[in-house]
């Protein structure tokens, strides 16, 4: 396996919006996150991924773009962005910027042009088809709710869209909308960006599900049901590493909901020349019902945990390379999630920091995960700004007849709203976020956890998060070593041992609120390396785990 500078990189997500705002209009902006870039030095993360700050109308929070090449006049100025990029660069952190091209926003110039007419250049820079006896031309339903194709007056046909009918797909299968695509990247890459985080793109491809214009006309018009990674995307991502990737040293990762290990490797192995890693889903699908919405809330099982990280460990051992996260912008926060917010809210968030970072791959950290921000509880639904919370509701509220009482415990527990509530800085008014009034309501318990806080208290979840990183700095087996699931029955611990060159990690996870015991099977440990608790170490072979503890010990073998 060989040795890159993003599988030993931390990457730190900024969502604009909610970061940190500089001029007082309640939206975070480039400038607000200039003057925290010596926060983010402070924590010791390499690499920041920034969530879309191009211009947009905002239908879904910049990830609708209706010119790539241009910054958002809420985020500020093109001068701004190259400021940010330089003193970046200075400091020593890389930028990663958002690829979203699997749609653009419908304002975008050749959408305009699109939709126009017929015949227009742009046309099939989109996906257009004619109904069928006045229906959509498949029964595809978009992410956000409803059928995925919007009719469009004009020229009486339908647009693809499979999130909001804002942000109609691009045809990929044109290479015309690739050339561009490809330039545009370059226009980033020429600026200095050192990467990529490309939105949903293991869904580009389409051409193997969906009949051609010309056979719709010929009245056949059998789709198949909507699937992601066809494979056309890996025949589009060679071509895009070919022309452009290849050609500047960066990182790349790919967001792509329903991937399974053996298709990530098809996307990550090095000889296949695609992307560097994927977001995979999995493990963020284990507290729902299978084959259910997101919003069918389950209890996630311990055991489902380790079996799913375990594999994706396993299989992308020696072949591709894995992404770690537990939080970002479209998913609730850890801590209120699989933790405990409450009790034992400094021992869950940095005991999920361990279970995660002691892993293989490259970890994400999300804005505000760092101090244990929690999801948020809004008594209104007025008071939710996310797309897909507000089609929810207005669905099952509006449409079929549920009560707010039967539809907000989901929201609470599911809304991407939870992530993106304002970053929480300090405990003076609106967190210390806006001297205005916030985009979207701030946690009211700003007071208790924000930054000021946290980097004042040597114990902070802040203060073990910057320990995890510089362990990894330290220690290659933390990036390189292999993964073993041990104990996989033990109804409470998250055990695994990462082990290179002789080098051995025992990392012990107790996963619940109740003390539990962990018995040392074929290994000795010589030393502590990083623990939530005070500890030491063990006399005998049997270890006891308070609430939550983290155990990470250096070992011998027998
Ligand atoms: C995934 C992004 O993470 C999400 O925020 C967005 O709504 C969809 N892709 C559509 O771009």
């Known amino acids: 396996m060989s040795k890159q500078w993003w599988k030993e990189s931390v990457v730190y997500q900024i969502y604009p919006r ?11 902006d480039i400038q607000g996150i200039i003057s925290k870039l010596d926060y983010l030095t402070e924590l010791g993360i390499d690499v920041v991924w920034l969530s879309p ?8 929070n910049g990830y609708d773009i209706s010119d790539y090449e241009a910054i958002m006049s809420d985020f500020g100025t093109m001068a701004d962005w190259d ?16 690829l979203v091209v699997n749609h653009s ?22 996906i257009w088809r004619p109904g069928q006896d006045g229906k959509p031309p498949t029964d595809w339903i978009a992410s956000f709710g409803g059928s995925a194709w919007q009719y469009d007056e004009e ?11 804002k942000q109609p797909d691009l045809n990929w299968e044109n290479e015309k909308v690739r050339k561009d695509v490809y330039e545009m990247m370059r226009f980033w890459l020429d600026k200095g960006v050192d990467g990529f985080r490309m939105d949903v793109i293991n869904m580009i491809s389409k051409k193997e599900i969906l009949p051609t214009y010309e056979e719709f006309q010929a009245g056949y018009a059998k789709a198949e049901p909507y699937q992601f990674n066809l494979p056309g995307v890996h025949d589009y991502l060679r071509e895009m590493n070919e022309e452009v990737l290849s050609k500047y040293d960066i990182m790349t990762v790919g967001e792509c909901p329903k991937v399974t290990p053996s298709e990530a490797k098809k996307y990550t192995a090095e000889h296949r020349q695609e992307l560097d890693m994927v977001f995979q889903f999995e493990h963020m699908g284990l507290d729902k019902y299978k084959g259910k919405s997101k919003w069918e809330l389950k209890t996630l099982e311990l055991r489902d945990l380790k079996e799913n990280l375990s594999k994706w460990q396993k299989e992308l051992e020696n072949d591709g390379w894995n992404s770690l996260y537990w939080c970002n912008h479209d998913q609730p926060r850890i801590v209120s999630r699989f933790g405990d917010d409450g009790k034992y809210h400094r021992q869950s968030a940095t005991m999920l920091a361990t279970l995660l970072h002691m892993m293989k ?8 995960e760092e101090i244990g921000m929690t999801n948020c509880h809004f008594d209104s639904i007025d008071d939710y700004r996310d797309i897909e919370t507000l089609n929810y509701y207005q669905e099952m509220v509006g449409e079929h007849g549920k009560t707010p009482n ?3 415990p989901s929201i609470y527990a599911k809304s991407r709203d939870n992530a993106r509530t304002p970053m929480q800085w300090n405990s003076s008014a609106e967190a210390g976020f806006t001297t205005g009034t916030p985009w979207i309501k701030v946690n009211p318990n700003y007071k208790k956890i924000n930054v000021e806080n946290a980097l004042a208290d040597e114990n902070s979840i802040f203060h073990y998060y910057k320990k995890l990183i510089e362990l990894r700095r330290q220690h290659e087996v933390m990036v390189y070593g292999s993964y073993t699931l041990l104990a996989e029955d033990h109804p409470a611990v998250f055990a695994y041992e990462r082990e290179l060159n002789g080098e051995k990690l025992l990392v012990l996870c ?13 290994c000795t440990p010589y030393e502590v390396l990083i623990s939530n608790y005070p500890t030491e170490l063990p006399n005998d072979a049997m270890v006891t785990l308070s609430p939550y503890e983290a155990l990470v010990y250096k070992t011998t073998s027998h």
């Open 406 to 408: 039967d539809i907000m």
């Open 510 to 522: 107790n996963f619940y609120g109740e003390k539990t015991t962990f018995e040392l099977n074929d």
């Open 105 to 126: 926003s419908d304002e975008h110039d050749w959408f305009i042009e699109s939709r126009k007419s017929k015949e227009n250049a742009y046309r099939d820079y989109y």
């Open 361 to 368: 791959g490259t970890p994400y950290i999300y804005q505000g």
């Open 155 to 165: 020229t009486d046909e339908y647009f693809l869209h499979m999130f909001s009918k």
């Open 18 to 28: 909610s970061f940190n705002d500089s001029n007082g209009d309640g939206i975070g």
């Open 53 to 60: 700050v191009y211009q947009s109308p905002n239908d879904d």
């Open 83 to 98: 400021q940010l990029l330089e003193e970046m660069h200075t400091r020593g952190l890389k930028l990663v910027m958002d």
